[in-house]
């Protein structure tokens, strides 16, 4: 005989007297959403985010730039891995972000109006640095960047043109924004494609990577790229300046988990950071 509902309900009884405990098991995290202004009519939005009790100490900073069409979610969980070794991080919702992939990608089938748009955008990512060094906790030697596809593409120009950068991780990027509009764009061919080519080569990634030293590099490129292919890779590391490194993975265009764990521990190296414990203190460890 099936017992009657309400007599039932006393199956999910506790005891509510007593209060829930709590472990930490990992560091607070102060997340803000926030826009800031690049250009008097240009405001971007983006995500501040810190450790919820920040060191006496100044700290390491990391500018994030997200694939398209992602947005600035995209590297949270890594942003929070960063925030436990002590950094803190923006992240910046690109033109390209989902809400507004459709609009951007129309305006940047006009070469023209490509080259004003990839230059706004490297600007927007400057004044992100401003907001950054601008914090009193924040050291301005130790500056990192991480960008993803379209953003590794115009993070390495940020990074040859912007003295700032102490780090950067460029992921399944290209050294001409002519490759990704050849994928993007399948109206554009021929003559359309090399005049685009030619009206965006001196913005190119492949001019600036070549002076972003001292700053250090690693590229992280995927060895079953669905749109970046080896040969285009290996040419956007040859024209790097040095240092740098390139690893590989047996992922598809988004990478993998091991190429993630990969540049929070080349970060944590590369901006002398440690993981922290749960009482704030150091491990000594820059592992994530």
């Keep these: 005989m099936e017992r ?17 405990g709590v472990r930490a098991t990992g560091i607070d995290v ?4 926030l826009a ?6 240009r405001w971007v939005r983006a995500y501040l985010v810190t450790p919820a009790r920040e060191e006496e100490t100044r700290s390491a900073a990391v500018l994030f730039l997200h694939p398209g069409p992602g947005s600035r979610a995209t590297f949270l969980a890594e942003a929070v891995a960063l ?11 690109a033109p390209w972000a989902a809400d507004t992939a459709a609009t951007w990608g129309q305006a940047v089938t006009d070469p023209e109006e490509a080259v004003r748009e990839h230059i706004r955008t490297v600007i927007d990512l400057r004044r992100g640095l401003d907001l950054l060094i601008a914090r009193p906790n924040v050291d301005s030697e130790r500056i990192g960047f ?18 700032r950068l102490a780090a950067a991780v460029l992921m399944a990027g290209t050294g001409r ?27 190119d990634p492949a001019v600036w990577v070549g002076r ?37 993975y047996d992922a598809g265009h988004y990478l993998d988990e091991e190429a993630r764990r990969d540049r929070i521990a080349w970060l944590g190296k590369q901006l002398s950071l440690e993981r922290r414990k749960p009482d704030g203190s150091g491990s000594g460890s820059p592992t994530p």
């Design 30 to 33: 102060t997340i803000r959403n």
């Design 177 to 203: 924004f002519a490759d990704v509009a050849a994928v993007n764009l399948p109206d554009l061919q021929g003559e359309r494609l090399e005049r685009y080519r030619r009206t965006l080569a001196e913005i």
């Design 83 to 93: 925030a436990g070794m002590g950094a803190v991080s923006l992240l910046v919702d």
């Design 212 to 248: 972003a030293g001292p700053a250090a590099l690693l590229f992280q490129s995927a060895l079953h790229d669905e749109v970046i292919t080896e040969e285009q890779s290996r040419e956007f590391f040859e024209r790097a300046s040095d240092p740098k490194s390139l690893e590989w």
């Design 36 to 41: 800031y202004q690049a250009a008097p009519e």
């Design 4 to 20: 009657p509902v309400e007599n039932a309900r006393s199956l999910f009884d506790y005891d509510a007297g007593q209060p829930p």
């Design 146 to 163: 991480v960008g993803h596809s379209f953003g590794a593409l115009i993070g390495a120009v940020l990074a040859g043109v912007d003295r």
